[in-house]
Antibody, heavy 119, light 110 residues
Framework: QVQLQESGPGLVKSSETLSLTCAVFGYSITSGYYWAWIRQPPGKGLEWLGSIYHTGNTFYNPSLTSRVTMSVDTSKYEFSLSLTSATAADTAVYYC????????????WGQGTLVTVSS | QTVVTQEPSLSVSPGGTVTLTCDLSSGSVSISHYPSWYQQAPGQAPRTLIYSTNSRSSGVPDRFSGSILGNKAALTITGAQADDECDYYCVLYLGRGISVFGGGTKLTVL
């Protein structure tokens, strides 16, 4: 069974960089899927942030392209998110998920981690 | 910027049928957008329901079905149950690696 686990600081200061890591268990990170980040501000809807393939090929939400970077470490079976110049609007639960390459389904999700951006 | 729109809220009686829709600001939704649907209970991560318009994910009961209705993607729940009272999100694939979530529908069963 695929399991994903997000980790990272729960509190980030405004204007600093928000960084999170997702560890993948029970499945090879190099086996033909994309790996995605999705977030959900408190009381609001879901927003796709971007996806990365194990080769490092990335796709980002056009509204965040200038601030977001994703990377993958195949030796550690994990992938990461970096969001620069954080503001209060970036306060959200951040989910990592596995995304199928054919039909683009987010089929397995982490439990999510709350990141609060404070001034 | 492309926007995906869902009904903000809907209600259904226990045992009743309800259809949620997913609209694309740039035009009609088609199977090439690979519509998918997710159910989110309060405080929980989303759960996959439907992918590729009308395929059910493993373990999803057949009272959940997906389709294209007119120019929108649709999720129909038949025989609604109390634990169907959740938020529902659609996702459309726009091509070039870009996916967009709809704003979500809060479903009330009463």
């Amino acid at each position: 069974q695929v399991q994903l686990q997000e980790s990272g600081p729960g509190l980030v200061k405004s204007s600093e960089t928000l960084s999170l890591t997702c560890a993948v268990f029970g499945y090879s990170i190099t086996s033909g899927y994309y790996w995605a980040w999705i977030r959900q501000p408190p009381g609001k809807g879901l927003e796709w942030l971007g996806s990365i393939y194990h080769t490092g090929n990335t796709f980002y939400n056009p509204s965040l392209t200038s601030r977001v970077t994703m990377s993958v470490d195949t030796s550690k079976y994990e992938f990461s998110l970096s969001l620069t110049s954080a503001t209060a609007a970036d306060t959200a639960v951040y989910y990592c998920a596995r995304q199928r390459s054919g039909n683009h389904l987010f089929d397995f999700w982490g439990q999510g981690t709350l990141v609060t951006v404070s001034s | 910027q492309t926007v995906v729109t869902q009904e903000p809220s809907l209600s259904v009686s226990p045992g009743g049928t309800v259809t949620l829709t997913c609209d694309l600001s740039s035009g009609s939704v088609s199977i090439s957008h690979y519509p998918s649907w997710y159910q989110q209970a309060p405080g929980q991560a989303p759960r996959t329901l439907i992918y590729s318009t009308n395929s059910r994910s493993s373990g999803v009961p057949d009272r959940f079905s997906g389709s294209i209705l007119g120019n929108k993607a649709a999720l129909t729940i038949t025989g609604a149950q109390a634990d169907d009272e959740c938020d529902y999100y659609c996702v459309l694939y726009l091509g070039r690696g870009i996916s967009v979530f709809g704003g979500g529908t809060k479903l009330t069963v009463l």
